[in-house]
C-alpha cells in the first residue's frame, strides 16, 4: 500500500531557529513529491522535487529528495511566527491522484 | 489566488439530510478534486474529476458522489449526511505540472 509519513508530527520552536521536517513515502512508483504550507486555511502550494540530490529553494525554505533512501526534507531557517503552520507533503498517485501525508505542526514562539 | 470559489462556506445540517457542496474554478483546469480533512488523517480524496462527465473515486468514497456538467463546476453531495461527514471539505485543481491549488474550504457540521 502506498503510504507517506511524516515526522515529526508536531514541532514548537523559537523564532531563529532552524527546523528540518521529514517526509519519508513507501510508493510503488515514485513520480515526484511535493510540499504544501497549511496555515489557518487552505494548504498553499511550496515546492515540487523530482529528482534526486537538487535541493530547491524559496527564500529560508529549502528541500531536497533522496529517491534512493526514500525520504525528502524541508528545512526552515532563520524561523518566524508566520511560520507557524502545518506542513503538508504529498505524491500524486498517477496523473490525477494524490496521496497526503498526515502533516507536521510547526509553531514558532516569539 | 488560483481563483477557486467554494459555497457553502459553513454549514450545519441534520443526520440524513442530502447535502451538496459547490467547488467553482474560472482558471479552465481540467482536473478537480474533493478532499475531506480531519485531525490525525490529514487530507484525504473522496472523489476526483478528469473532464465534463469524467469522474473517479477516491480514497474515501463512501457516501459520497459528485456531478461535473460543467468544466468549471464540480459538485460534491453527501446522499444521507452521518455524523461522521462532519470535516472540513476542499475543492483543488491541478496545475500545468503536479501542483494543485486549493479553494478555501467548507466547514461542514453534521448534528
Known amino acids: 500500500e502506498d503510504k507517506v509519513v511524516q515526522s515529526p508530527l508536531s514541532l514548537v520552536v523559537h523564532e531563529g531557529d532552524t527546523v528540518t521536517l521529514n517526509c519519508s513515502y513507501e510508493?510503488?512508483?515514485?513520480?515526484?513529491l511535493l510540499w504544501y504550507k497549511q496555515e489557518k486555511k487552505a494548504p498553499t502550494f511550496l515546492f515540487m522535487l523530482?529528482?534526486?540530490?537538487i535541493e530547491k529553494k524559496s527564500g529560508r525554505l529549502s528541500s531536497i529528495l533522496d529517491k534512493k533512501e526514500l525520504f525528502s526534507i524541508l528545512n526552515i531557517t532563520a524561523t518566524q511566527t508566520g511560520d507557524s503552520a502545518i506542513y503538508l507533503c504529498?505524491?500524486?498517485?498517477?496523473?490525477?491522484?494524490?496521496?497526503f501525508g498526515t502533516g507536521t505542526r510547526l509553531k514558532v514562539l516569539a | 489566488d488560483a481563483g477557486i470559489t467554494q459555497s457553502p462556506r459553513h454549514k450545519v445540517t441534520e443526520t440524513g439530510t442530502p447535502v451538496t457542496l459547490r467547488c467553482h474554478q474560472t482558471?479552465?483546469?481540467?482536473?478537480m478534486y474533493w478532499y475531506r480533512q480531519d485531525p490525525g488523517h490529514g487530507l484525504r480524496l473522496i472523489h476526483y474529476?478528469?473532464?465534463?462527465?469524467?469522474?473517479d473515486k477516491g480514497e474515501v468514497s463512501d457516501g459520497y458522489s459528485v456531478s461535473r456538467s460543467k468544466t468549471e463546476d464540480f459538485l460534491l453531495t453527501l446522499e444521507s449526511a452521518t455524523s461522521s461527514q462532519t470535516s472540513v471539505y476542499f475543492c483543488?485543481?491541478?496545475?500545468?505540472?503536479?501542483?494543485?491549488?486549493f479553494g478555501p474550504g467548507t466547514r461542514l457540521t453534521v448534528t
Open positions: 504529498a505524491w500524486p498517485l498517477g496523473t490525477y491522484k494524490y496521496i
Open positions: 510508493v510503488t512508483n515514485f513520480r515526484s
Open positions: 523530482t529528482s534526486s540530490g
Open positions: 482558471e479552465n483546469h481540467r482536473y
Open positions: 474529476s478528469y473532464g465534463v462527465k469524467d469522474t
Open positions: 483543488a485543481i491541478s496545475g500545468k505540472a503536479y501542483e494543485q491549488y
